[in-house]
């Protein structure tokens, strides 16, 4: 049966990501830096590692120890919710080794045994963020943008081997501790001279009523792996929809 490896599976979309392809019969070989079967369902097709995405020995320990794998979900990542100066640069480097860097290792070494095989598929989590500017999100969405425009090239080179390239884009998911982890991780100290007006967009964001939920996103990775015809950027969740259609891109 098809082997998945997932990374970033301690919550949020790592989880009904797994649950997902554990529900259509495939062997799931669920990741995160502190492994735990916690939240994920109960199953003898169930492997969980450690990785830390940012070291190269746990990278290759993993690998090694999942064996052949059909396809690879980049999935770990950290968010920061900040304006530029009130972020630290230390953190923003953390932040792109996790989001961009991370998935960049973890795509070269799936790579290889994929060429070798003529067959595989990698699909790396970006953000609906990208798709328009946006405040107090300026790091974070040049993670993501340059995790797209990564994707879109390699895809090219991966092709050549009959390996697919593809990026799931969720919109925001308040169900998720995506949120919580960012502020816990990266930090949020507001400086006050933007206080009224990051506060003011934050307060915009509660009356918006599309929102993304896990199952969405599990959904869009499900179609990204198994449908060979699915389009480069696929939205995950209403919101991410709504934006697709306003930025002229089609919802296929």
Known sequence: MPRILITGCSSGF???????????????????RRPSAKGLPASDRLRVLPLDVTDPESITSAIAKAGQINALVNNAGVGMLNVLEGAEITKARDLFEINVLGAMAMTRAVMPAMRERQTGVIVNISSSVTLRPLPALSIYTASKAALNAFT??????????GVRARLVLPGRAKATSFGKNA????????????????????????????????????QAVWRAVTDEAAPMKLPAGTDAETWFREEGIPVE
């Not at 990051?198 to 964001?205: E, G, I, N, R």
């Open 14 to 32: 790592g989880q009904a990501i797994a649950a997902r392809f554990l529900d259509q019969g495939w062997e799931v070989i669920a990741t995160m």
């Open 183 to 218: 502020v816990a991780r990266m930090g949020m100290d507001i400086p006050e001279a933007y206080g009224l007006f990051v506060q003011a967009y934050f307060q915009s964001l509660q009356s918006v009523t599309e929102k993304t939920e896990v199952s969405d996103v599990a």
């Open 152 to 161: 879109e090239s390699f895809a090219l080179e991966a092709a050549e081997f």
